[in-house]
Structure formats: structure tokens, C-alpha cells
């Protein structure tokens, strides 16, 4: 994205819904440069139309910052997770935290059964790598042979929390084992300086001779 609209979608933040005439006079550019910066922001989603700005002369179109364009800006949830499990420990002890995380595994271990319920083996790891690639792992997943599989996360979204709370990786671990009812071994791990997540996944006996 080239910097003349990154400074169009961070006036909008700054000020609100803005009309044309507005930040041309604030990026000091012609009106029409900036219809045609706004079109590519419209057209790639990260801007919309918000609404009629009526005053003397003609009105004005606004132009606001859309859900998907918001989500340009920084965020810290991570941290702020962080944050929360440490006053958490701290007032309640590692034991507390360790619930915590067993919770997150029970609601994710719900969620993935109802998403693989009815399929054969290979369809629930593919189902698996599509749950884990929507929640941000960037996962993907391949058949090494008959009975293995090897499912890859590229990038790990809790990756502070995580460095900070090793016990959130072992409950990954067995969220994986529980989900599929199938021995899962991580060869690689992020947190030991890896490019990935990388986990060896065999099925089980009783549906090796299934496909």
C-alpha cells in the first residue's frame, strides 16, 4: 500500500468519516488524486462511503474507515492476554492459569469434534488444518503416506502468550490427540526458533484400513 493512502486511512481514523475536498486540502493534493486513491481503498475493501456531509454549495460524499481497513491499525490483544494470565498467576497461582488453559482446550476440542463430526480420518486433519488456518496459524497439511499426515502452522498468533505460558503448546498437544483420537508428535517448534510448528500425525489402528 503506498503511503499517500496509508495517510488518507490514518486521517480518517484520526478525524472521522472525511469528504474529499477535506484531505485534499490536508495531504495537499488535488481532489481529483484523491477520488482516485479512495476507488483503490473502496475497491479493496478498506474504506466505504459513510453518509452525506450537507453545508453551503453541494454535498460532500464522507468516506469512513470499514471493519476489514480497521484491522490495518495495531492491535495488542496478545499483550494484554499476557497481561491478564500474569495478574492471574499472580493472584491465583500457576494452577489457576493452568484451568484457564485447560477451558480454552475443552471449548476448542468442542468446536473441532461438531467441525470433523461424520468424516473419514484424512477429512479430519484437512478439517483440522482449515479450523487451525481461520484462527491465524496460517496451517496447512499433507499425506506423508498411507497412515501419517503432517499438518504445518507458519505462524503462531499467541506466540507472546505462549513464550510466556509454555502449558498453552502442551494443551494444543493434546487438544490435536483428543480431537482426532490419533498419536500427534511435534517435530519443530516456533518457540525453539523453528520456522514453523511442524506435527507428525498417525492414525489411529482401528482406521487403518479405512481411507
Do not use: W
Request: with cysteine; charged share 30%; net charge positive.
Amino acid at each position: 500500500m503506498t503511503s499517500t493512502r496509508r495517510e488518507i486511512l490514518s486521517l480518517i481514523k484520526r478525524n472521522g468519516p472525511m469528504t474529499v475536498q477535506e484531505l485534499s486540502r490536508r495531504l495537499e493534493i488535488t481532489p481529483m488524486g484523491v477520488r482516485q486513491h479512495l476507488a483503490i481503498l473502496e475497491r479493496d475493501g478498506f474504506i466505504a462511503s459513510n453518509g452525506i456531509r450537507r453545508g453551503q454549495g453541494r454535498p460532500s460524499r464522507l468516506y469512513g474507515i470499514s471493519p476489514e481497513g480497521d484491522k490495518l491499525f495495531p492491535r495488542t490483544y496478545e499483550q494484554l492476554a499476557q497481561a491478564l494470565l500474569d495478574d492471574i498467576q499472580a493472584l491465583g497461582g500457576a494452577q489457576t492459569v493452568d484451568q484457564i488453559f485447560e477451558l480454552r482446550r475443552k471449548r476448542l476440542l468442542e468446536q473441532y469434534r461438531a467441525r470433523m463430526a461424520g468424516r473419514d480420518f484424512r477429512d479430519k486433519v484437512a478439517a483440522l488444518a482449515e479450523a487451525r488456518d481461520e484462527e491465524g496459524y496460517v496451517a496447512e497439511q499433507t499425506q506423508l503416506d498411507r497412515d501419517r499426515f503432517v499438518l504445518i502452522e507458519h505462524n503462531c498468533p499467541i506466540r507472546a502468550v505462549a513464550e510466556a505460558h509454555r502449558e498453552t503448546c502442551r494443551c494444543e498437544m493434546a487438544l490435536f490427540q483428543e480431537a482426532l483420537g490419533a498419536d500427534v508428535v511435534r517435530t519443530e517448534h516456533i518457540l525453539d526458533g523453528a520456522p514453523h510448528c511442524r506435527y507428525i500425525i498417525t492414525r489411529p489402528r482401528e482406521t487403518s484400513s479405512k481411507s
